[in-house]
């Protein structure tokens, strides 16, 4: 048995007291935690979520309608220099039959996400989210389409969006232009204000353990993510994917990725924290660990099993075969076997909520058990 390191526990004492700590305690944190520093960590992160989340885990339903992308980060599997990658787009009629399987389910929200498709006009778009929105008033939609222009993220917004997805990746700058070529760092920073100016719930996020990051790195996205304050957080681990220039490196780990979790519950208290399907991936009770470690977002799958395989952004991801319904159980049953409830409500960010006077107990609070034997 090891011993906690007492200037360890100082600082996670702090993070839990205060939601801060300065970029040398951070650093500190990460070079030098141990496994009894972890435990310490994952039980104060756990405490906060338990104050301002409870233990419930919000599930979002996920449509990966296009796997065509103009974009070519380097770590990514449906970039645009994979010739081997088997592309699709869903129609808008495959998009409205998720959206109808997803709310049979249960769903609340759905996430459109894809690669950045210049298919997918600002028209295409709008019509997809107001038939969504006709169809299901009370769900909420989550975009994750990349970068695009001010006016493409309002036009959106009005038709109905109300979050946004767009993780920053990285926060050095070096770091981000070596895996983003012909992209610019401060573009994708802009996008994130805009979103935020706009008024949709934004999510930032990035990856542990891509190739040449160090811990500084890390603290740079935890330093940024603590000034931007976006109401949901992605963290994942960097998987590599055979058919990229990383396809020999080695993967982040589960260690690291719940330690870069449960730092972010401590310093965003309020932050909707998916725990990811890369972090489900890499260890079979991987998504059971983040939960624990802060998470309180899951995003099963809902787009067709047809194209599941080709939204490969790395290798060996999970659920690929698997039909939304047992998803929908298999997730259920983890969270619940880990100790924790199933939500199947909108699940807005809770001080989002507070100021926009959304009240999620009266409008659409539905115990899922309910839902599930009415439904199917
Ligand atoms: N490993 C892990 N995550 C990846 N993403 C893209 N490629 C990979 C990979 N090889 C993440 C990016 C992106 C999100 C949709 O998926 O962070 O923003
Ligand atoms: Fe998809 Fe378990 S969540 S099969």
Same mark, same amino acid.
């Given at each position: 048995m090891g011993v906690i390191n007492i200037k360890s526990k100082e600082i996670i004492d702090k993070l839990s007291k205060s939601n801060n700590a300065s970029r040398e305690e951070l650093l500190f944190l990460i070079d030098n935690l141990n496994n009894e520093d972890k435990e310490y960590l994952v039980e104060k992160a756990h405490e906060t979520r338990m104050r301002t989340y409870g233990d419930?885990?919000?599930?979002?339903?996920?449509? #990966?309608?296009?796997?065509?992308?103009?974009?070519?980060?380097?770590?990514?599997?449906?970039?645009?220099?994979?010739?081997?990658?088997?592309?699709?787009?869903?129609?808008?009629?495959?998009?409205?039959?998720?959206? +109808?399987?997803?709310?049979?389910?249960?769903?609340?929200?759905?996430?459109?996400?894809?690669?950045?498709?210049?298919?997918?006009? +600002? #028209?295409?778009?709008?019509?997809?989210?107001?038939?969504?929105?006709?169809?299901?008033?009370?769900?909420?939609?989550?975009?994750?389409?990349?970068?695009?222009?001010?006016?493409?993220?309002?036009?959106?917004?009005?038709?109905?969006?109300?979050?946004?997805?767009?993780?920053?990746?990285?926060?050095?700058?070096?770091?981000?232009?070596?895996?983003?070529?012909?992209?610019?760092?401060?573009?994708?920073?802009?996008?994130?204000?805009?979103?935020? #100016?706009?008024?949709?719930?934004?999510?930032?996020?990035?990856?542990?353990?891509?190739?040449?990051?160090?811990?500084?790195?890390?603290?740079?996205?935890?330093?940024?993510?603590?000034?931007?304050?976006?109401?949901m957080c992605g963290i994942g681990p960097f998987i590599p994917h055979k058919d990229t220039p990383f396809k020999n490196e080695t993967a982040g780990t589960v260690d690291k990725t719940t330690t870069m979790l449960a730092l972010t519950r401590l310093l965003l208290p309020n932050v909707l924290l998916p725990s990811t399907t890369a972090l489900g991936s890499i260890d079979p009770t991987g998504r059971e660990k983040g939960i624990k470690a802060g998470g309180n977002v899951v995003m099963p799958n809902l787009s067709p099993t047809r194209v599941r395989e080709k939204y490969s952004l790395y290798d060996g991801k999970i659920c690929t075969g698997d039909e939304a319904a047992e998803c929908r159980m298999c997730i259920e049953n983890r969270i619940r076997k880990a100790g924790f409830r199933v939500e199947v409500t909108r699940g807005d960010n809770v001080l989002w909520a507070k100021s926009n006077k959304v009240n999620e107990t009266s409008k659409n609070k539905v115990k899922v058990h309910n839902l599930i034997i009415n439904k199917l």
């Open positions: 419930s885990v919000y599930m979002r339903g996920l449509i #990966e309608f296009t796997n065509f992308c103009k974009m070519d980060c380097v770590y990514c599997g449906i970039r645009r220099s994979n010739k081997n990658a088997d592309r699709y787009r869903l129609t808008y009629e495959d998009i409205m039959e998720c959206a +109808d399987i997803g709310d049979k389910l249960g769903y609340k929200t759905y996430v459109l996400q894809g690669g950045e498709d210049p298919y997918f006009t +600002d #028209e295409k778009m709008v019509e997809i989210i107001k038939g969504i929105k006709e169809r299901y008033p009370n769900n909420a939609v989550t975009l994750s389409l990349g970068e695009r222009s001010y006016e493409s993220y309002k036009k959106m917004f009005e038709a109905g969006a109300d979050r946004y997805l767009l993780r920053h990746e990285t926060a050095t700058k070096e770091l981000y232009e070596s895996l983003h070529p012909g992209a610019n760092f401060e573009n994708r920073r802009n996008c994130l204000k805009n979103l935020k #100016e706009i008024g949709y719930q934004i999510g930032a996020g990035f990856m542990v353990g891509i190739p040449n990051q160090t811990n500084d790195d890390l603290v740079n996205d935890l330093i940024f993510l603590k000034e931007l304050d976006p109401h």
